[in-house]
Protein backbone atom coordinates (compact mmCIF):
# COMPACT_ATOMS: atom_id res chain seq x y z
CA UNK A 1 0.00 0.00 0.00
CA UNK A 2 2.22 2.30 0.82
CA UNK A 3 4.78 1.71 -2.53
CA UNK A 4 1.59 2.25 -4.31
CA UNK A 5 1.41 5.60 -2.34
CA UNK A 6 5.30 6.52 -3.39
CA UNK A 7 4.04 5.68 -7.09
CA UNK A 8 0.98 7.70 -6.87
CA UNK A 9 2.27 11.00 -8.30
CA UNK A 10 3.37 9.21 -11.55
CA UNK A 11 -0.64 7.37 -11.86
CA UNK A 12 -1.87 10.62 -11.48
CA UNK A 13 0.58 12.37 -13.55
CA UNK A 14 0.20 9.40 -16.42
CA UNK A 15 -3.85 10.09 -16.75
CA UNK A 16 -3.34 13.57 -16.98
CA UNK A 17 -0.86 13.05 -19.87
CA UNK A 18 -2.68 10.61 -21.28
CA UNK A 19 -6.00 13.14 -21.49
CA UNK A 20 -4.07 15.56 -22.52
CA UNK A 21 -2.49 13.65 -25.23
CA UNK A 22 -5.42 12.33 -26.72
CA UNK A 23 -6.51 16.14 -27.32
CA UNK A 24 -3.22 17.70 -28.18
CA UNK A 25 -3.06 15.22 -30.89
CA UNK A 26 -5.69 17.05 -32.58
CA UNK A 27 -4.43 20.52 -33.33
CA UNK A 28 -1.33 19.26 -35.31
CA UNK A 29 -0.84 23.11 -35.95
CA UNK A 30 0.50 23.03 -32.79
CA UNK A 31 3.17 19.94 -33.67
CA UNK A 32 3.78 21.95 -36.69
CA UNK A 33 4.87 25.54 -34.56
CA UNK A 34 6.40 23.50 -31.64
CA UNK A 35 8.70 21.33 -34.06
CA UNK A 36 9.83 24.89 -35.84
CA UNK A 37 10.45 26.50 -32.63
CA UNK A 38 13.01 23.38 -31.86
CA UNK A 39 14.33 23.69 -34.83
CA UNK A 40 15.48 27.33 -34.65
CA UNK A 41 16.71 26.91 -31.23
CA UNK A 42 18.95 23.65 -32.19
CA UNK A 43 20.69 25.59 -35.12
CA UNK A 44 20.79 28.24 -33.13
CA UNK A 45 22.68 26.34 -30.45
CA UNK A 46 24.97 24.41 -33.30
CA UNK A 47 25.95 27.76 -35.02
CA UNK A 48 27.33 29.46 -31.77
CA UNK A 49 29.10 25.87 -31.12
CA UNK A 50 30.87 26.33 -34.86
CA UNK A 51 31.31 29.71 -34.16
CA UNK A 52 33.13 28.61 -30.90
CA UNK A 53 35.08 26.09 -31.80
CA UNK A 54 36.29 27.59 -35.31
CA UNK A 55 38.20 29.87 -32.55
CA UNK A 56 39.38 27.33 -30.52
CA UNK A 57 39.57 23.27 -29.70
CA UNK A 58 38.27 23.26 -26.45
CA UNK A 59 36.96 25.88 -24.11
CA UNK A 60 37.79 25.37 -20.42
CA UNK A 61 38.82 21.52 -20.43
CA UNK A 62 35.54 20.85 -22.61
CA UNK A 63 36.30 19.88 -26.26
CA UNK A 64 33.25 20.38 -28.80
CA UNK A 65 31.37 16.71 -28.44
CA UNK A 66 31.30 17.38 -24.92
CA UNK A 67 29.93 21.01 -24.82
CA UNK A 68 27.48 19.30 -27.76
CA UNK A 69 26.38 16.59 -24.70
CA UNK A 70 26.08 19.78 -22.74
CA UNK A 71 23.41 21.34 -25.02
CA UNK A 72 21.57 18.18 -25.77
CA UNK A 73 20.55 17.91 -21.92
CA UNK A 74 19.94 21.63 -21.76
CA UNK A 75 17.87 21.20 -24.47
CA UNK A 76 15.92 17.84 -22.63
CA UNK A 77 16.18 19.33 -18.88
CA UNK A 78 14.60 22.34 -21.23
CA UNK A 79 11.41 20.09 -22.57
CA UNK A 80 11.28 18.84 -18.69
CA UNK A 81 10.25 21.84 -17.89
CA UNK A 82 8.39 23.22 -20.65
CA UNK A 83 6.01 20.16 -20.84
CA UNK A 84 5.52 19.66 -16.91
CA UNK A 85 7.12 22.10 -14.54
CA UNK A 86 6.73 25.46 -16.00
CA UNK A 87 3.20 24.84 -17.44
CA UNK A 88 1.66 23.39 -14.03
CA UNK A 89 3.67 26.77 -11.72
CA UNK A 90 1.89 29.13 -14.34
CA UNK A 91 -1.35 27.57 -14.02
CA UNK A 92 -0.86 27.03 -10.01
CA UNK A 93 -0.20 31.29 -9.79
CA UNK A 94 -3.28 32.06 -11.72
CA UNK A 95 -5.42 29.43 -9.46
CA UNK A 96 -3.56 31.49 -6.14
CA UNK A 97 -4.68 34.58 -8.14
CA UNK A 98 -8.05 33.58 -8.78
CA UNK A 99 -8.98 32.06 -6.05
CA UNK A 100 -9.48 28.72 -8.38
CA UNK A 101 -7.13 26.63 -6.00
CA UNK A 102 -10.18 25.80 -4.12
CA UNK A 103 -10.79 23.18 -6.15
CA UNK A 104 -7.96 21.43 -5.51
CA UNK A 105 -8.06 21.97 -1.63
CA UNK A 106 -11.22 20.05 -1.84
CA UNK A 107 -10.16 17.24 -3.32
CA UNK A 108 -8.73 13.95 -1.19
CA UNK A 109 -5.40 13.65 -2.75
CA UNK A 110 -2.14 15.38 -1.80
CA UNK A 111 -3.02 19.02 -3.21
CA UNK A 112 1.28 19.57 -3.91
CA UNK A 113 0.83 16.13 -6.29
CA UNK A 114 -2.29 17.56 -7.75
CA UNK A 115 -0.78 21.08 -9.16
CA UNK A 116 2.54 19.70 -9.80
CA UNK A 117 0.85 17.08 -12.69
CA UNK A 118 -2.04 18.47 -13.61
CA UNK A 119 -1.08 20.28 -16.80
CA UNK A 120 1.22 18.69 -19.36
CA UNK A 121 2.35 20.09 -22.54
CA UNK A 122 3.09 17.36 -24.97
CA UNK A 123 4.71 19.14 -27.68
CA UNK A 124 7.55 20.40 -25.65
CA UNK A 125 8.60 16.76 -25.50
CA UNK A 126 9.51 17.50 -29.27
CA UNK A 127 12.36 19.99 -27.33
CA UNK A 128 13.04 16.54 -25.34
CA UNK A 129 13.34 14.39 -28.62
CA UNK A 130 15.79 16.87 -29.91
CA UNK A 131 17.45 17.02 -27.15
CA UNK A 132 17.88 13.63 -26.65
CA UNK A 133 18.58 12.92 -30.23
CA UNK A 134 21.54 15.51 -29.84
CA UNK A 135 22.84 13.64 -26.62
CA UNK A 136 23.39 10.24 -28.67
CA UNK A 137 25.00 12.32 -31.32
CA UNK A 138 27.29 14.05 -28.99
CA UNK A 139 27.67 10.58 -27.09
CA UNK A 140 28.75 9.13 -29.95
CA UNK A 141 31.20 11.39 -31.56
CA UNK A 142 32.90 10.92 -27.99
CA UNK A 143 34.05 7.80 -29.30
CA UNK A 144 35.57 5.63 -26.13
CA UNK A 145 33.41 3.04 -24.60
CA UNK A 146 29.69 3.77 -22.97
CA UNK A 147 28.04 1.58 -20.85
CA UNK A 148 24.99 0.79 -19.20
CA UNK A 149 26.64 2.33 -15.66
CA UNK A 150 27.10 5.28 -17.23
CA UNK A 151 23.78 5.47 -18.59
CA UNK A 152 22.29 5.21 -15.48
CA UNK A 153 24.18 7.04 -13.63
CA UNK A 154 23.28 9.80 -15.96
CA UNK A 155 19.66 9.06 -15.58
CA UNK A 156 20.25 9.40 -11.55
CA UNK A 157 21.43 12.74 -12.49
CA UNK A 158 18.90 14.05 -14.46
CA UNK A 159 16.44 12.87 -12.57
CA UNK A 160 17.90 14.68 -9.32
CA UNK A 161 18.66 17.85 -11.12
CA UNK A 162 14.73 17.62 -12.56
CA UNK A 163 13.38 17.55 -8.87
CA UNK A 164 15.74 20.06 -8.10
CA UNK A 165 14.43 22.90 -10.62
CA UNK A 166 10.67 21.24 -9.77
CA UNK A 167 11.51 22.33 -6.47
CA UNK A 168 12.94 25.43 -7.32
CA UNK A 169 10.15 26.71 -9.28
CA UNK A 170 7.82 25.70 -6.60
CA UNK A 171 9.24 27.44 -3.72
CA UNK A 172 8.91 31.06 -6.23
CA UNK A 173 5.50 29.79 -7.39
CA UNK A 174 4.44 29.43 -3.35
CA UNK A 175 5.40 33.05 -2.97
CA UNK A 176 2.22 34.23 -4.91
CA UNK A 177 0.44 33.38 -1.75
CA UNK A 178 2.13 36.54 -0.37
CA UNK A 179 2.79 38.81 -3.32
CA UNK A 180 0.09 38.24 -5.94
CA UNK A 181 2.00 39.30 -8.97
CA UNK A 182 5.24 37.37 -9.67
CA UNK A 183 4.57 36.13 -13.21
CA UNK A 184 7.81 37.83 -14.32
CA UNK A 185 9.25 34.82 -12.75
CA UNK A 186 8.48 32.56 -15.97
CA UNK A 187 11.06 35.25 -18.20
CA UNK A 188 13.55 35.79 -15.44
CA UNK A 189 13.77 32.20 -15.40
CA UNK A 190 13.84 31.41 -19.37
CA UNK A 191 16.68 34.12 -19.06
CA UNK A 192 19.02 32.52 -16.27
CA UNK A 193 18.59 29.00 -17.77
CA UNK A 194 20.29 30.05 -21.23
CA UNK A 195 23.50 30.06 -19.41
CA UNK A 196 23.21 26.20 -19.12
CA UNK A 197 23.75 26.06 -22.82
CA UNK A 198 27.68 26.35 -21.41
CA UNK A 199 28.97 24.19 -18.04
CA UNK A 200 28.60 26.30 -15.16
CA UNK A 201 32.62 25.49 -14.73
CA UNK A 202 33.36 27.97 -17.33
CA UNK A 203 31.95 30.76 -15.18
CA UNK A 204 33.35 32.78 -12.51
CA UNK A 205 33.56 31.45 -9.00
CA UNK A 206 30.59 33.75 -7.49
CA UNK A 207 28.08 32.65 -10.98
CA UNK A 208 29.24 29.29 -10.51
CA UNK A 209 27.72 29.20 -6.61
CA UNK A 210 24.53 31.41 -8.01
CA UNK A 211 23.69 28.60 -10.51
CA UNK A 212 24.46 26.06 -8.33
CA UNK A 213 22.30 26.61 -5.08
CA UNK A 214 20.50 29.64 -6.06
CA UNK A 215 19.17 28.81 -9.71
CA UNK A 216 20.28 25.30 -9.16
CA UNK A 217 21.38 25.13 -13.14
CA UNK A 218 24.29 23.28 -12.02
CA UNK A 219 22.23 20.65 -11.10
CA UNK A 220 19.96 20.20 -14.23
CA UNK A 221 22.30 20.51 -16.77
CA UNK A 222 25.91 20.64 -16.17
CA UNK A 223 25.88 17.57 -13.15
CA UNK A 224 24.21 15.32 -15.66
CA UNK A 225 26.21 15.98 -18.18
CA UNK A 226 29.27 15.42 -16.13
CA UNK A 227 27.83 12.10 -16.41
CA UNK A 228 27.83 11.36 -19.99
CA UNK A 229 31.30 12.47 -20.12
CA UNK A 230 32.56 11.02 -17.64
CA UNK A 231 33.34 13.34 -15.60
CA UNK A 232 31.12 13.32 -12.11
CA UNK A 233 32.96 12.15 -9.45
CA UNK A 234 31.36 10.49 -6.13
CA UNK A 235 31.06 13.98 -4.67
CA UNK A 236 29.58 15.61 -6.70
CA UNK A 237 26.46 12.92 -7.06
CA UNK A 238 26.44 12.75 -3.57
CA UNK A 239 26.08 16.42 -3.32
CA UNK A 240 23.58 16.56 -5.78
CA UNK A 241 21.53 14.16 -4.07
CA UNK A 242 21.58 15.59 -0.95
CA UNK A 243 20.80 19.00 -2.15
CA UNK A 244 17.66 17.51 -3.84
CA UNK A 245 16.47 15.90 -0.45
CA UNK A 246 16.88 18.67 1.50
CA UNK A 247 15.12 20.82 -1.35
CA UNK A 248 12.38 18.41 -1.90
CA UNK A 249 12.04 18.70 2.34
CA UNK A 250 12.10 22.33 2.44
CA UNK A 251 9.78 22.82 -0.69
CA UNK A 252 7.28 19.88 1.25
CA UNK A 253 7.57 22.49 4.29
CA UNK A 254 7.13 25.61 2.43
CA UNK A 255 4.62 24.68 0.32
CA UNK A 256 2.46 23.59 3.47
CA UNK A 257 3.69 26.94 5.24
CA UNK A 258 1.84 28.81 2.18
CA UNK A 259 -1.17 26.70 2.16
CA UNK A 260 -1.54 27.40 6.12
CA UNK A 261 -1.14 31.20 4.90
CA UNK A 262 -4.02 30.40 1.98
CA UNK A 263 -6.24 29.57 4.33
CA UNK A 264 -5.89 31.76 7.35
CA UNK A 265 -4.53 29.16 10.36
CA UNK A 266 -0.86 30.93 10.26
CA UNK A 267 -2.41 34.59 11.04
CA UNK B 1 -37.23 11.46 4.35
CA UNK B 2 -36.13 8.21 5.44
CA UNK B 3 -32.30 9.12 5.42
CA UNK B 4 -32.70 12.27 7.67
CA UNK B 5 -35.06 11.05 10.46
CA UNK B 6 -31.96 8.13 10.54
CA UNK B 7 -29.41 10.08 11.62
CA UNK B 8 -31.44 13.20 13.05
CA UNK B 9 -29.63 12.81 16.35
CA UNK B 10 -26.65 13.65 14.95
CA UNK B 11 -26.89 16.64 12.83
CA UNK B 12 -24.34 16.44 9.38
CA UNK B 13 -23.33 20.03 9.90
CA UNK B 14 -22.81 21.82 13.71
CA UNK B 15 -21.58 25.21 13.73
CA UNK B 16 -20.82 26.45 17.66
CA UNK B 17 -19.42 30.00 18.25
CA UNK B 18 -17.61 30.38 14.68
CA UNK B 19 -15.88 33.17 14.72
CA UNK B 20 -13.47 34.31 11.41
CA UNK B 21 -11.46 37.73 11.11
CA UNK B 22 -9.24 38.86 9.03
CA UNK B 23 -6.62 41.94 9.33
CA UNK B 24 -7.36 44.04 6.65
CA UNK B 25 -4.92 46.99 6.10
CA UNK B 26 -6.50 50.52 6.57
CA UNK B 27 -4.62 53.91 5.69
CA UNK B 28 -6.01 57.84 4.72
CA UNK B 29 -6.04 58.32 1.12
CA UNK B 30 -3.36 60.20 -0.18
CA UNK B 31 0.20 59.73 -0.94
CA UNK B 32 1.42 60.67 2.30
CA UNK B 33 -0.47 57.73 4.55
CA UNK B 34 0.51 55.35 1.23
CA UNK B 35 3.97 56.43 2.05
CA UNK B 36 3.67 56.17 5.70
CA UNK B 37 1.74 52.67 4.72
CA UNK B 38 5.34 51.13 3.82
CA UNK B 39 6.86 52.19 6.93
CA UNK B 40 4.08 51.52 9.34
CA UNK B 41 0.92 49.27 8.20
CA UNK B 42 -1.70 49.83 10.19
CA UNK B 43 -4.54 46.98 10.00
CA UNK B 44 -7.93 46.65 11.44
CA UNK B 45 -10.05 43.71 12.49
CA UNK B 46 -12.90 42.32 10.27
CA UNK B 47 -15.15 39.75 12.06
CA UNK B 48 -16.34 38.35 8.61
CA UNK B 49 -18.20 35.54 10.61
CA UNK B 50 -19.19 36.43 14.10
CA UNK B 51 -20.09 33.86 16.87
CA UNK B 52 -22.30 31.99 14.67
CA UNK B 53 -24.26 28.73 15.53
CA UNK B 54 -26.50 26.72 13.86
CA UNK B 55 -26.98 22.67 13.20
CA UNK B 56 -28.42 21.29 9.80
CA UNK B 57 -29.56 17.92 10.40
CA UNK B 58 -28.71 15.11 7.70
CA UNK B 59 -31.24 15.29 4.48
CA UNK B 60 -31.91 18.78 4.69
CA UNK B 61 -31.40 21.24 2.08
CA UNK B 62 -30.77 25.01 3.81
CA UNK B 63 -30.19 28.72 2.31
CA UNK B 64 -28.30 30.48 3.33
CA UNK B 65 -29.37 34.21 2.66
CA UNK B 66 -27.27 37.96 3.21
CA UNK B 67 -26.69 40.40 0.73
CA UNK B 68 -22.89 40.62 -0.76
CA UNK B 69 -19.99 40.35 2.30
CA UNK B 70 -22.45 39.17 4.64
CA UNK B 71 -20.15 36.24 5.54
CA UNK B 72 -22.25 33.49 3.52
CA UNK B 73 -19.08 32.52 1.53
CA UNK B 74 -16.40 32.70 4.26
CA UNK B 75 -19.26 30.01 6.20
CA UNK B 76 -19.05 27.87 3.44
CA UNK B 77 -15.25 28.03 3.23
CA UNK B 78 -14.44 27.11 7.00
CA UNK B 79 -17.25 24.40 6.31
CA UNK B 80 -15.58 23.20 3.50
CA UNK B 81 -11.98 23.31 5.04
CA UNK B 82 -10.56 26.39 2.96
CA UNK B 83 -10.52 28.27 5.64
CA UNK B 84 -9.30 27.93 9.03
CA UNK B 85 -11.57 29.69 12.01
CA UNK B 86 -10.09 32.22 14.09
CA UNK B 87 -12.46 30.55 16.97
CA UNK B 88 -15.84 28.42 17.34
CA UNK B 89 -16.80 24.82 16.34
CA UNK B 90 -17.37 23.05 13.16
CA UNK B 91 -18.36 19.33 12.85
CA UNK B 92 -19.38 18.28 9.20
CA UNK B 93 -20.59 14.64 9.09
CA UNK B 94 -18.23 14.11 12.72
CA UNK B 95 -15.46 15.77 10.97
CA UNK B 96 -13.23 18.82 11.84
CA UNK B 97 -12.97 20.79 8.32
CA UNK B 98 -9.89 22.59 8.78
CA UNK B 99 -8.27 19.25 8.80
CA UNK B 100 -8.84 18.33 5.55
CA UNK B 101 -9.13 14.84 5.74
CA UNK B 102 -9.21 12.53 3.15
CA UNK B 103 -12.48 11.04 4.67
CA UNK B 104 -13.73 14.12 4.99
CA UNK B 105 -12.94 15.75 1.60
CA UNK B 106 -14.52 12.58 0.23
CA UNK B 107 -18.16 12.82 1.30
CA UNK B 108 -18.17 16.92 0.41
CA UNK B 109 -18.16 18.69 -2.63
CA UNK B 110 -18.66 22.50 -3.67
CA UNK B 111 -19.93 24.25 -6.29
CA UNK B 112 -19.30 27.90 -6.62
CA UNK B 113 -21.51 29.50 -9.69
CA UNK B 114 -18.50 31.79 -10.91
CA UNK B 115 -16.06 29.63 -10.87
CA UNK B 116 -14.65 26.56 -13.10
CA UNK B 117 -13.10 23.46 -11.86
CA UNK B 118 -13.32 21.48 -15.10
CA UNK B 119 -10.54 21.49 -17.66
CA UNK B 120 -11.21 24.69 -20.17
CA UNK B 121 -9.75 23.13 -23.28
CA UNK B 122 -11.28 19.56 -22.95
CA UNK B 123 -14.46 17.56 -22.75
CA UNK B 124 -16.06 17.59 -19.92
CA UNK B 125 -16.32 13.93 -20.38
CA UNK B 126 -12.35 13.78 -19.73
CA UNK B 127 -12.08 15.55 -16.82
CA UNK B 128 -14.62 13.32 -15.67
CA UNK B 129 -12.16 10.77 -16.10
CA UNK B 130 -9.76 12.73 -14.19
CA UNK B 131 -11.86 13.09 -11.21
CA UNK B 132 -12.67 9.17 -11.36
CA UNK B 133 -9.06 8.77 -10.86
CA UNK B 134 -8.42 11.29 -8.33
CA UNK B 135 -11.57 10.23 -5.98
CA UNK B 136 -9.98 6.80 -6.72
CA UNK B 137 -14.13 5.39 -7.75
CA UNK B 138 -14.84 2.37 -8.68
CA UNK B 139 -14.77 2.30 -12.37
CA UNK B 140 -18.42 0.21 -13.01
CA UNK B 141 -20.17 2.61 -10.24
CA UNK B 142 -18.68 5.35 -11.68
CA UNK B 143 -19.87 4.71 -14.88
CA UNK B 144 -23.23 3.73 -13.51
CA UNK B 145 -23.41 7.53 -11.96
CA UNK B 146 -21.98 9.23 -14.81
CA UNK B 147 -24.35 7.81 -16.93
CA UNK B 148 -27.29 8.63 -14.69
CA UNK B 149 -26.60 12.16 -14.13
CA UNK B 150 -25.80 12.88 -18.02
CA UNK B 151 -29.49 11.81 -18.93
CA UNK B 152 -31.29 13.72 -15.95
CA UNK B 153 -29.56 16.83 -16.92
CA UNK B 154 -29.39 16.18 -20.84
CA UNK B 155 -25.83 15.96 -21.08
CA UNK B 156 -25.50 13.83 -23.85
CA UNK B 157 -24.52 16.30 -26.73
CA UNK B 158 -22.55 18.39 -24.45
CA UNK B 159 -20.06 16.27 -22.57
CA UNK B 160 -18.32 15.57 -25.99
CA UNK B 161 -17.49 19.28 -26.93
CA UNK B 162 -14.78 21.22 -24.80
CA UNK B 163 -15.97 23.25 -22.07
CA UNK B 164 -14.82 26.56 -23.64
CA UNK B 165 -17.56 25.84 -26.34
CA UNK B 166 -19.87 25.48 -23.70
CA UNK B 167 -23.00 28.24 -23.17
CA UNK B 168 -22.69 29.06 -19.62
CA UNK B 169 -25.58 27.28 -18.81
CA UNK B 170 -24.63 24.45 -20.39
CA UNK B 171 -20.87 24.99 -18.24
CA UNK B 172 -22.74 25.23 -14.97
CA UNK B 173 -24.42 21.65 -15.68
CA UNK B 174 -21.65 19.70 -16.75
CA UNK B 175 -19.54 21.19 -13.81
CA UNK B 176 -21.97 20.27 -10.90
CA UNK B 177 -22.07 16.74 -12.69
CA UNK B 178 -18.34 16.90 -11.95
CA UNK B 179 -18.88 18.18 -8.39
CA UNK B 180 -21.30 15.34 -7.95
CA UNK B 181 -19.62 12.39 -9.04
CA UNK B 182 -18.39 10.48 -6.17
CA UNK B 183 -21.55 11.02 -4.47
CA UNK B 184 -21.09 13.71 -1.89
CA UNK B 185 -23.47 13.34 1.03
CA UNK B 186 -22.96 16.78 1.96
CA UNK B 187 -23.01 19.91 -0.94
CA UNK B 188 -21.94 23.49 -0.65
CA UNK B 189 -23.41 25.30 -3.53
CA UNK B 190 -22.56 28.76 -3.66
CA UNK B 191 -24.49 30.79 -6.35
CA UNK B 192 -25.20 27.86 -8.10
CA UNK B 193 -27.57 29.07 -10.67
CA UNK B 194 -25.92 33.08 -10.86
CA UNK B 195 -26.22 34.35 -14.37
CA UNK B 196 -28.20 31.49 -15.98
CA UNK B 197 -31.35 32.15 -17.58
CA UNK B 198 -34.34 31.02 -15.69
CA UNK B 199 -35.31 27.57 -17.60
CA UNK B 200 -31.35 26.58 -16.95
CA UNK B 201 -31.94 27.43 -13.04
CA UNK B 202 -35.14 25.40 -12.72
CA UNK B 203 -33.14 22.38 -14.19
CA UNK B 204 -30.33 22.71 -12.19
CA UNK B 205 -32.77 23.60 -9.17
CA UNK B 206 -34.42 20.01 -9.76
CA UNK B 207 -31.20 18.20 -10.37
CA UNK B 208 -30.49 19.43 -7.03
CA UNK B 209 -34.00 18.64 -5.32
CA UNK B 210 -33.53 14.75 -7.34
CA UNK B 211 -29.83 14.31 -6.19
CA UNK B 212 -31.14 15.60 -2.44
CA UNK B 213 -34.08 13.27 -2.30
CA UNK B 214 -31.97 10.10 -4.01
CA UNK B 215 -29.20 10.03 -1.99
CA UNK B 216 -30.46 11.76 1.13
CA UNK B 217 -27.72 14.06 0.94
CA UNK B 218 -27.51 17.54 2.63
CA UNK B 219 -27.32 21.04 0.81
CA UNK B 220 -26.60 24.49 2.10
CA UNK B 221 -26.94 27.22 -0.83
CA UNK B 222 -26.34 30.13 -0.96
CA UNK B 223 -28.09 32.23 -3.90
CA UNK B 224 -29.61 35.74 -4.42
CA UNK B 225 -32.60 33.91 -6.29
CA UNK B 226 -34.96 33.98 -4.36
CA UNK B 227 -36.62 31.47 -6.73
CA UNK B 228 -34.10 29.01 -6.25
CA UNK B 229 -34.52 29.32 -2.29
CA UNK B 230 -38.50 28.91 -2.34
CA UNK B 231 -38.35 25.82 -4.23
CA UNK B 232 -35.39 24.27 -2.87
CA UNK B 233 -35.57 25.40 1.22
CA UNK B 234 -38.07 24.78 3.85
CA UNK B 235 -35.49 26.21 5.95
CA UNK B 236 -33.50 29.62 6.02
CA UNK B 237 -30.52 30.95 7.94
CA UNK B 238 -29.75 35.20 7.05
CA UNK B 239 -27.20 36.29 7.94
CA UNK B 240 -25.82 40.00 7.54
CA UNK B 241 -22.68 41.63 9.04
CA UNK B 242 -21.34 38.15 10.31
CA UNK B 243 -24.46 37.24 12.38
CA UNK B 244 -27.41 35.20 12.42
CA UNK B 245 -30.57 37.54 11.98
CA UNK B 246 -32.96 34.65 11.37
CA UNK B 247 -33.10 30.62 11.62
CA UNK B 248 -35.95 28.58 10.88
CA UNK B 249 -38.54 28.23 8.47
CA UNK B 250 -38.90 30.54 5.02
CA UNK B 251 -42.47 30.71 5.16
CA UNK B 252 -42.24 32.23 8.79
CA UNK B 253 -39.60 34.67 7.55
CA UNK B 254 -42.38 36.81 6.66
CA UNK B 255 -44.11 36.76 9.38
CA UNK B 256 -41.54 37.52 12.10
CA UNK B 257 -39.91 40.60 9.99
CA UNK B 258 -42.62 42.00 7.65
CA UNK B 259 -46.25 42.00 9.49
CA UNK B 260 -47.60 43.19 6.64
CA UNK B 261 -50.00 41.61 3.62
CA UNK B 262 -50.61 43.48 0.28
CA UNK B 263 -54.25 43.57 -1.02
CA UNK B 264 -54.65 43.67 -4.66
CA UNK B 265 -58.14 45.57 -6.27
CA UNK B 266 -59.53 45.54 -9.26
CA UNK B 267 -62.43 48.14 -9.35
CA UNK B 268 -65.41 47.13 -11.87
CA UNK B 269 -65.70 51.26 -12.68
CA UNK B 270 -61.88 51.89 -12.87
CA UNK B 271 -59.92 53.39 -10.35
CA UNK B 272 -60.33 55.19 -7.25
CA UNK B 273 -58.70 56.84 -4.14
CA UNK B 274 -58.05 53.79 -2.22
CA UNK B 275 -55.44 55.73 0.50
CA UNK B 276 -58.31 55.22 3.15
CA UNK B 277 -57.81 51.50 3.41
CA UNK B 278 -54.01 51.53 3.06
CA UNK B 279 -50.88 52.31 1.85
CA UNK B 280 -51.20 52.44 -2.06
CA UNK B 281 -47.99 51.02 -3.41
CA UNK B 282 -48.96 50.85 -7.23
CA UNK B 283 -51.66 52.46 -8.89
CA UNK B 284 -51.81 50.65 -12.68
CA UNK B 285 -54.32 49.61 -15.68
CA UNK B 286 -57.27 50.31 -12.42
CA UNK B 287 -55.46 47.37 -10.29
CA UNK B 288 -54.34 49.45 -6.74
CA UNK B 289 -51.95 47.14 -4.23
CA UNK B 290 -52.63 48.22 -0.81
CA UNK B 291 -49.92 47.84 1.85
CA UNK B 292 -51.83 46.94 5.39
CA UNK B 293 -51.25 45.31 8.61
CA UNK B 294 -50.95 41.61 8.68
CA UNK B 295 -53.55 41.87 11.50
CA UNK B 296 -55.86 44.28 10.16
CA UNK B 297 -56.02 42.65 6.34
CA UNK B 298 -58.95 40.11 6.71
CA UNK B 299 -60.92 43.62 8.39
CA UNK B 300 -59.67 45.86 5.60
CA UNK B 301 -60.76 43.31 2.74
CA UNK B 302 -64.26 42.93 4.12
CA UNK B 303 -64.78 47.27 3.92
CA UNK B 304 -63.19 47.28 0.38
CA UNK B 305 -66.26 44.41 -0.67
CA UNK B 306 -68.59 46.37 1.27
CA UNK B 307 -68.23 50.05 0.33
CA UNK B 308 -66.89 49.92 -3.63
CA UNK B 309 -67.90 47.48 -6.83
CA UNK B 310 -65.31 45.23 -6.67
CA UNK B 311 -64.11 43.10 -9.64
CA UNK B 312 -61.39 41.26 -8.27
CA UNK B 313 -59.49 41.01 -4.49
CA UNK B 314 -56.32 39.14 -3.81
CA UNK B 315 -54.80 39.06 -0.31
CA UNK B 316 -50.81 38.15 -0.94
CA UNK B 317 -47.74 37.83 1.52
CA UNK B 318 -45.69 40.43 0.26
CA UNK B 319 -42.27 39.14 -2.43
CA UNK B 320 -40.08 37.19 -0.97
CA UNK B 321 -37.25 39.77 -2.15
CA UNK B 322 -39.18 42.23 -0.02
CA UNK B 323 -38.95 40.60 3.41
CA UNK B 324 -35.13 39.54 2.48
CA UNK B 325 -34.65 43.54 2.21
CA UNK B 326 -36.65 43.95 5.44
CA UNK B 327 -35.07 41.84 7.21
CA UNK B 328 -31.16 42.91 6.32
CA UNK B 329 -32.89 46.32 6.72
CA UNK B 330 -33.71 45.40 10.51
CA UNK B 331 -30.08 43.97 10.52
CA UNK B 332 -28.42 47.26 10.09
CA UNK B 333 -30.62 48.68 13.09
CA UNK B 334 -29.39 45.71 15.10
CA UNK B 335 -31.96 42.42 15.41
CA UNK B 336 -35.39 43.41 15.97
Known sequence: MAGREVLRPIVLAGRFFRIGALNELQYRANFAIQVFQSAIALGTGLAVLALVFSQTTELNGWSEPELLVVMGVHILMGGVIGMVIQPNMVRLMEDIRRGSLDFILTKPDDAQVLVSVRDIQIWQAVDGLTGAIVIVVAVAQLGGAFGLGQALLFGLAFVLGGLTIYCFWLILTVGAFWVVRIDQIVELFEGVYQSGRWPVTIYPGWLQVSLTFLVPIAFAVTVPAQALTGRLTPGTLALAAGFAIALMAFTRWWWRFGLRRYSGASA | ?336
Open chain 2, 1 to 336: MPIASANASQPAIHVADLLKTFNVPVREAGLKAAVQSLVHRETREVRAVDNIGFDIGAGEIVGFLGPNGAGKTTTLKMLSGLLYPTSGEALVLGHVPSKRESAFLRRITMVMGNRNQLQWDLPALDSYELIRAIYRLEPGAFRTTRDEFIELLDLAGLVNKPVRNLSLGERMKVEIVGALLHRPQVLFLDEPTIGLDVTMQKRIRSFIADYNQRYGATVLLTSHYMADVQALCRRVVVIHHGKILYDGELARLGAQFDATKTIGVTLKDGEGDLSAYGEVISSEDGRVTLRVSRADAPEVATRLLRDLAVADLTIEDPPIEDVIERVFASGSEGPP
